[in-house]
Every structure is written in C-alpha cells, then in structure tokens.
C-alpha cells in the first residue's frame, strides 16, 4: 500500500512515496523464529537521510527511530507486541508527516514442540553455560544446531527420556557463531521432534582493565 506525501523544505513542495515490499499478502511468519527482513521502497524524498521512522505491529511499536535509507529492518516475532497464539496482522511505519502500511500477513506457533532454555534469553555469550528442556520421550535423537534452514553441526546422540541437555556457548560449529541467529533441534533420522526458540550468539566479554 503506497502512502503520498507532500511537504515543504526551502519553499519547494516535494512528493516522498514509500511502499513496503515485506512481508507479502498471505505470507506466515513463525513465533519466536526469524529474523525476518521488513522491508521497504522509497523515492522523491528530500534529503531522506534525516528522516527516521517507527515501525509497529498493527497498533504496536516494536522499533523506534530507524533510519528511512536503510530500507529494511530485521525482526524476530516476541515480546509485548506477540501472542503466542498468533493471528493476522499489518506493518506500518511512521514518520513525521506520513505513514505507510503493508499488506496482511500471518504470525503462526512454530510447527514443533518447544524445547526450553535455561536460563530463558534472546541473547547468549560465548562461554556461557545452558540447559536445554523437553517433554521426556522413549528413544535416543540427535541434537543440533541450526542457522535458519541450515544445520551447522551435531552435537552429539542423547537419550530423550533424559529431558534436558548441557551446553556451554562456543564459538566453534564449523563455523564462527558469534553475531549468528540460531537455534536448537532434535530430531530422530529427518523427522523433527523438539526445536528451542531463535537466540543470538555474541562475543566473549573481554576482562576488566585495571586502572593504575
């Protein structure tokens, strides 16, 4: 949906036309998983550098003062602005002057059981300790670590009567986690039995400096 705006700068009247290109009609976005990419179009702003919009879930803010040039913004669905039961929504972004919404979209449960984080964040560092949780199940599975739709390695067999699992936070998969958004999986053969919530992995703190 495309929003005109008219305004003024130096006495010249100029037209700034913004159209949200993500999320699409139709699209289902899942609960706690993501990021997802808003994004948006625009042109014949006058200097657009200075123009900073928010954003909002229907009715409910969930980013302040990002950039209009930027032209998308990245969002995981939870917080005060999600049910966990999910339901039809619009994006719309603001701005001193006007607005723009997007067509409607879904946010839906996660199509598995939840596993549980202990302790329960959004954010973990590197070296810090973990424990997972699940409704306990007959069987062994394999847990794993997941970037979006990629697997970034096992990380070993265990029993699913067990109903939890240890980890300490590396920054070794293969591949460099720090800054990654990811995500824990069991799974028996290929089929899905648990998968945590999405959690962003960040840098070790360096130690404190003495001041002399």
Not at 5 to 19: D, E, N, P
Not at 46 to 73: D, G, K, M, W, Y
Not at 159 to 176: D, Q
Not at 190 to 208: Q, Y
């Amino acid at each position: 949906m495309k929003k005109l705006i008219i305004f003024s700068l130096a006495g010249v009247l100029m037209a700034g036309t913004v159209k949200i290109t993500s999320p699409k009609a139709g699209e289902k976005w899942i609960i706690g998983w993501g990021p997802y990419e808003i994004r948006w179009e625009f042109y014949k702003f006058a200097q657009p550098s200075r123009i900073n919009l928010e954003i909002f879930l229907n009715s409910c803010r969930i980013a302040p003062h990002v950039p209009l040039t930027h032209r998308s913004f990245l969002w995981i669905p939870w917080g005060g602005c999600v049910d966990e039961k999910g339901g039809t929504f619009r994006i719309k972004i603001q701005w001193k002057g006007g607005s723009a919404e997007s067509d409607e979209f879904s946010l839906i449960p996660p199509p598995y059981r939840l596993m549980s984080l202990e302790p329960d964040r959004k954010i973990y560092t590197v070296g810090q300790n973990l424990k997972l949780r699940w409704k306990s199940l007959q069987g062994k599975g394999q847990i794993q670590l997941w970037d979006w739709n990629r697997k970034l390695c096992d990380l070993g067999e265990i029993s699913l009567s067990e109903g939890a699992y240890s980890w300490k936070v590396k920054n070794r998969c293969g591949t460099h986690l720090t800054g990654k958004f990811v995500f824990f999986r069991i799974a028996s053969g290929e089929k899905t039995l648990f998968v945590s919530h999405i959690f962003k992995i960040t840098g070790e703190m360096p130690p404190a400096r003495r001041i002399r």
